[in-house]
């Protein structure tokens, strides 16, 4: 009975969702003025996302495993990945446009983390590493990984709604739910497409990127027209 408990995806959705919110608890402030921010950074997302998924995949077994889609897009992929990628930093736009009246509800790319930091202060390289490529890789990993490879048995479509629906909630913002869910399809429909989970953490890493160093910009000529 306890291993069947195990197996139910919700299971790992609960012990992120439980772990993001205590990771709450600190400071983004008190984070970010960590002088080891990239290594806090990097241990809190390691230990909030794949942790969880491990312990579930490691319940579920290799069966389980080789069945998750967790690989390298083929050059052949990357025209669809780009693809996604403008039809999400657009659709997002519209989205924010019509629901939060131009007021951006989720700066910064779709991390679950909340830690704002100047970007004056770091290097290129390790804010790209750190806010960019290493969530999009845990947070992929448990939802369209491990969360939607368990959930496709009930079908595809549900499998990607039910994965966005978790997606959005452990991002614990209200207001920017409609821009996480959405982006939490389109994720889904990339890895589905794609059959493979390293073309949506590909699309999630630029999202990031976008969030980071070109959203504001964006969002600045847009008001001034």
């Known amino acids: 009975m306890k291993r069947d ?15 993001v919110l205590l990771s709450r608890l600190i400071p983004g402030e008190k984070l970010a003025a960590d002088e080891n921010i990239y290594l806090v950074v990097t241990v809190v997302e390691v230990s909030i996302f794949v942790l969880p998924a491990m312990i579930f995949t490691r319940f579920k077994g290799m069966d389980f495993i ?17 693809f996604m990628f403008l039809m999400l930093v657009f659709s997002n736009v519209l989205i924010t446009l019509a629901f939060y009246s131009g007021m951006t509800p989720a700066e910064g790319g779709v991390s679950s983390l909340d830690i704002s930091v100047e970007l004056k202060n770091f290097d290129i390289l390790g804010i790209i590493l750190t806010f960019a490529v290493i969530p999009a890789v845990c947070e992929e990993f448990v939802f ?22 978790m997606f959005a909630l452990v991002h614990f913002n209200p207001r920017g739910f409609v821009v996480y869910f959405y982006s939490g399809i389109i994720l889904g429909l990339t890895a589905y497409v794609t059959r493979s989970v390293g073309a949506s953490m590909l699309l999630h890493a630029l999202y990031n990127m976008y969030g980071l160093f070109f959203e504001g910009e964006l969002w600045g000529a847009i008001s001034r027209n």
């Open 5 to 19: 408990c195990s197996e139910q995806p919700l299971f790992c959705f609960y012990a992120v969702f439980s772990l």
């Open 66 to 82: 080789k069945d998750t889609n967790i690989t390298l897009p083929g050059f052949s992929k990357l025209p669809f990945v780009l």
């Open 144 to 165: 369209r990984c491990v969360i939607m490879s368990e959930l496709k048995k009930y079908g595809y479509i549900p499998a990607i709604l039910i994965s966005a629906l």
